[in-house]
């Protein structure tokens, strides 16, 4: 299992014409993972998913909070001690064709990673290549056919079970998967969303999405959790479908509200919500205090501009919600388009 509690981030810009300024990535975040579980995070661009998952994949750094994998803070290690904690936690990047080198076969990028894990487990040499067939065949390609391939010989599909295939080299217990299909032919993109979803059944590892696709999230985790992050806040939290089905929160409400609607067989939800202006990059900067969707919020009002919401289940006329949101004013609203004859 791996947890995570408090975690920020800031970058420091330097130079340019205003000079160097902070950027919150993250603000106090918190999240679980378990074996064979899965977690999502949607929000726009910039809302801080990558970041969170670079760090969880202890790729990047961390100002604070604690990361704690099978019950040991990583703080607690030393930067060497880390790594084969961090091993059990494996990233499957965003773009399939940079993510293999393209001077190497599938042999060597599968090669590398198993030579290691033979090494750690005491395995002989002749389990690497009877392993990578194993794996291959485990994402769905034909080993006979990818294994002395370079990555311009495949297919974009196949690249990234590529990816997956290597990021399983070191059986791991949670795979981040990191806008995994947003680069693959929308043709292709149910076979690797199913790939994931399998995984999770057959082998047990965890899976942690990150997406600024709500369905699918929704096809990777119906049975898991969700986190909405705006700015790098959770602003709401809890089980997929439930969320999708009754938000609270105004952001998730304009998420849902931007899901297109199939004409002649939908009709778009009631009460959808539609921010008072598009985000702007510098929109929050410079608040000590008061919700940062305050400037896009239809529904703000002055306790929102003075106070900073948390995470709870209290208040609003629906008096407690089954899922946490940071809102003063929650509601639940129907956003989301439903069938003509609904």
Known sequence: MITGTGISKTFRQRGGVLGAREVPALRDVDFAVER????????????????????????????????????????SLSHRRRQPYFRRVQLIHQDPYSALNPTRTVHQALEAP???RA???GRPRSWIDSRAQELLSMVGIDPGYVLPRYPHQLSGGMRQRVVIARALTMDPEVLVADEAVSMIDVSLRLGILALLKDLRERVGVGVLFITHDIATARYIGDDGELYVLYRGQ??????TEKIIADPVHPYTQSLLSAIPVLHGLERPGAERVVPK????????????????????????T???????????????????????HACFHPRRRSVIPVGVGE
Request: charged share 25%; aromatic share 4%; hydrophobic share 25%.
């Open 36 to 75: 064979g579980g899965a977690v999502s995070f949607i929000g726009e661009s910039g809302s801080g998913k990558t970041t969170l998952g670079r760090i969880i994949a202890g790729l990047e750094t961390h100002d604070a909070g604690e990361i704690v994998i099978d019950g040991v803070p990583m703080s």
């Open 114 to 116: 198993l030579a290691l």
């Open 119 to 121: 090494r750690q487990t």
């Open 234 to 239: 959770v602003v709401e939290r809890g089980a």
């Open 277 to 300: 202006e598009p985000r702007g990059e510098s929109q929050g900067e410079g608040r000590t205090g008061g919700c940062l969707f305050v400037p896009r919020c239809p529904f703000s």
């Open 302 to 324: 002055e306790r929102c501009e003075r106070e900073t919401p948390v995470l709870g289940r209290d208040g609003g006329p629906d008096q407690e919600t089954e899922q946490e």
